[in-house]
């Protein structure tokens, strides 16, 4: 399994974009990139995955470089309710529930 | 659509003994798979079951044991616990056929063993 490396925490203004960098270099082809959220005492929230292209949906973007070796999660307009531990993983699609997590990036969200 | 539930919600043991941890899978899902995750650390893969058949397991010794049921619920067996398996556990499931939807985890068992 790739390798990701996160930084241990970050801190965003609330109302700003939260960009949340993923380094995975040594990705293999068929390897997706997911990322997960974990707020407070609750169980890990799936937000997007994406293979090459960037993608976006109704929580967040994905954009992943062109030689798919780092990633970065953003979160448009942060909130509160946004405060959270950032899990990337890199796995094959079929095997992404198979994932154990790294440590993850705790992003604080303040007013 | 239920999301994934899992029971009990808390719970305390004895070292020695042993668990069962039970979860409701997710309508339509097929795939569960179960993590252990200790504080301050990231969720731990224990192992996975598709379609009543373990489908690829972690790093973890055979006292932990798993079944999944023709309805796809699940559970999780720990056998002679030990003071180091207190942890949250948390199951979260999938449709094997629909991976690109991710994972739905349940919020989880707490688990502490005295």
């Known amino acids: 399994d790739a390798k990701t490396t996160q930084p241990p925490s970050m801190d965003c203004a609330e109302g700003r974009a939260a960009n949340l960098p993923c380094n995975h270099s040594?990705?293999?082809?068929?390897?997706?990139v997911y990322w997960y959220r974990q707020i407070h005492s609750q169980g890990p929230q799936y937000i997007i995955h994406?293979?090459?292209n960037n993608e976006t949906n109704e929580m967040a973007s994905l954009i992943i470089t062109e030689d798919r070796k780092s990633s970065t999660l953003i979160l448009p307009h942060a909130t509160l309710r946004d405060t959270a531990v950032y899990y990337c993983?890199?796995?094959?699609?079929?095997?992404?529930?198979?994932?154990?997590f790294g440590d993850g990036t705790t992003l604080t969200v303040k007013p | 659509e239920t999301g994934v539930t899992q029971s009990p919600t808390h719970l305390i043991k004895t070292r020695g003994q042993q668990v069962t941890l039970r979860c409701s899978s997710q309508?339509?899902?097929?795939?569960v798979s179960w993590y252990q995750q200790a504080l301050g650390q990231g969720p731990q893969f224990i192992f996975q079951?598709?379609?009543?058949?373990?489908?690829g397991r972690g790093n973890f010794p055979p006292r932990f044991s798993g079944l999944q049921f023709p309805n796809y619920s699940s559970e999780l067996n720990v056998n002679a616990l030990e003071l180091d398996d207190s942890a949250l556990y948390l199951c979260?499931?999938?449709?094997?056929?629909?991976?690109?939807?991710?994972?739905?985890f349940g919020s989880g068992t707490r688990l502490t063993v005295v």
């Open positions: 079951y598709y379609r009543e058949e373990e489908n």
């Open positions: 994406g293979l090459k």
């Open positions: 979260a499931s999938s449709d094997r056929g629909a991976f690109s939807y991710g994972y739905t």
């Open positions: 993983i890199v796995k094959s699609g079929t095997n992404a529930g198979k994932s154990t």
């Open positions: 309508s339509g899902h097929n795939t």
């Open positions: 040594t990705i293999s082809g068929n390897e997706y």
